[in-house]
């Protein structure tokens, strides 16, 4: 089945260690996403890329950066992960036709020690 | 800047009872999104809303969108324990084509109980 994938499913990182979550999609997008859900908070969107061109938020901290090396890889990159990044992180695609759906992966839960 | 509001934040109900939450946007759009989110997954979508006047129904839930009014609202009839969930409305900034830019309201908790 087509599908949004992310990994790992749970992350465990240091204090100011880098880290790198990861998303791919089987569905052939042309936009990846990714949002940060804080506990108990709505999601907020960090940055989106549309094909190759990336897309900041205005509001994104400079501690997250990511990549997208092709259509179907997408990652975010933690540069020094702080106690109040510990979140959800969700990954999302959508098409250029269907521009109105966003297909959601499982997330990734990052805990900062 | 676009804000989002939902209200209520918390709802307890008992099955079989109806209620409608209500997602009050500041800007003009005519995309609206509702979501479901169960404790520790990922969001779930219920209904893309796309113009004014529109209205989907999938089993007890119902949502509506009044661009006009800047208003959604998702209705529950005859609520059973499966509901149990934390619901989102996310409305699209409409900055860009070909991709969306959500802004999502605060979420609603809402529990049922036998």
């Known amino acids: 089945d087509a599908m949004v994938i992310q990994n790992p499913r749970y992350q465990v990182t240091q204090f100011g260690k880098p880290v790198t979550l990861s998303c791919s999609q089987t569905?052939?997008?042309?936009?990846m996403y990714w949002y940060q859900q804080k506990s108990s908070q709505a999601p907020k969107l960090l940055f989106h890329y549309y094909d190759k061109d990336f897309n900041n938020e205005a509001d994104t901290p400079d501690n997250f950066q990511s990549r997208r090396p092709n259509t179907s890889f997408c990652f975010l990159d933690i540069r020094s992960p702080g106690l109040g990044d510990a979140a959800m992180y969700l990954c999302?695609?959508?098409?250029?036709?269907?521009?109105?759906?966003?297909?959601f992966g499982p997330g990734t839960r990052l805990t900062v020690t | 800047e676009l804000k989002v509001e939902q209200n209520p934040l918390f709802l307890s109900m008992q099955e079989g009872k109806n209620y409608t939450i209500y997602c009050n946007y500041s800007?003009?759009?005519?995309?609206l999104y509702w979501y479901r989110q169960d404790p520790g997954k990922s969001l779930e979508s219920l209904f893309v809303?796309?113009?004014?006047?529109a209205v989907k129904q999938e089993g007890r839930l119902m949502a509506s969108l009044d661009t006009k009014a800047r208003l959604s609202t998702l209705h529950i009839t005859a609520a059973v324990h499966d509901l149990s969930a934390t619901y989102f409305c996310?409305?699209?900034?409409?900055?860009?084509?070909?991709?969306?830019?959500?802004?999502f309201g605060q979420g609603t908790r809402l529990t049922i109980n036998p």
């Open positions: 996310a409305v699209d900034r409409g900055e860009i084509q070909g991709a969306q830019k959500l802004v």
């Open positions: 569905l052939n997008h042309n936009v």
């Open positions: 800007t003009t759009s005519d995309r």
């Open positions: 809303l796309l113009s004014n006047g």
């Open positions: 999302a695609t959508s098409s250029l036709d269907r521009y109105y759906e966003q297909y």
